[in-house]
């Protein structure tokens, strides 16, 4: 088992989607990376593209990144295509079908390497009145996936009393 974890979080860029641009006070865009951590809880350096505005980010702690500035054409930035040759087809299948972002397949790559047999990854997500549908995917060995759904209440129901 590996002496490192694999983490999904969120960064925030400078850019601003369309549809904030008219508010008073706009605001920016946060998206999802997958960051690999050790066990004093801190993160290997990398760098990422946001998936709106294309600018990279060097990701440098949880929820932390700075803007490098003049990269917007860098190439060496890890893509889908690099990552579905290091998979193998059934499980490349399964990410394709479902649109999985890059980190989506940074984590499943990550648990294969490592061998984290039967971690879970969520793949797809749905909201749905007060809950989020599931779809997960847990690699059970080199060449056995399970998928699963889940459904997760988001909101509580009933009343709060100290009493």
């Known amino acids: 088992m590996s002496e490192k974890t694999g983490i999904k979080h969120l960064v925030q860029c400078h850019c601003v989607l369309p549809q904030y641009r008219t508010m008073p006070d706009p605001v920016f865009h946060k998206f999802v990376v997958f960051s690999i951590q050790d ?44 990552m579905s040759n290091q998979i193998n087809d059934k499980i490349a299948a399964v990410l394709i079908s479902n649109k999985c972002d890059i980190p ?52 509580i129901i009933g009343g709060f009393s100290l009493a």
Do not use: Y
């Open 104 to 155: 989506t397949w940074e984590n499943v790559l990550f648990v294969i390497e490592n061998e984290m047999w039967n971690i879970p990854v969520v793949i797809s997500k749905t909201k749905v009145e007060n809950f989020t549908q599931l779809k997960i995917i847990r690699i059970i060995g080199k060449d056995d996936i399970k998928i699963e759904t889940k459904l997760r209440q988001d909101d």
């Open 39 to 82: 066990k004093s809880g801190s993160i290997e350096p990398k760098i990422a593209k946001c998936n709106n505005c294309g600018i990279t980010h060097k990701i440098i702690d949880i929820c932390k990144s700075e803007i490098i500035k003049g990269s917007e054409n860098i190439a060496s930035v890890i893509s889908v295509e690099d």
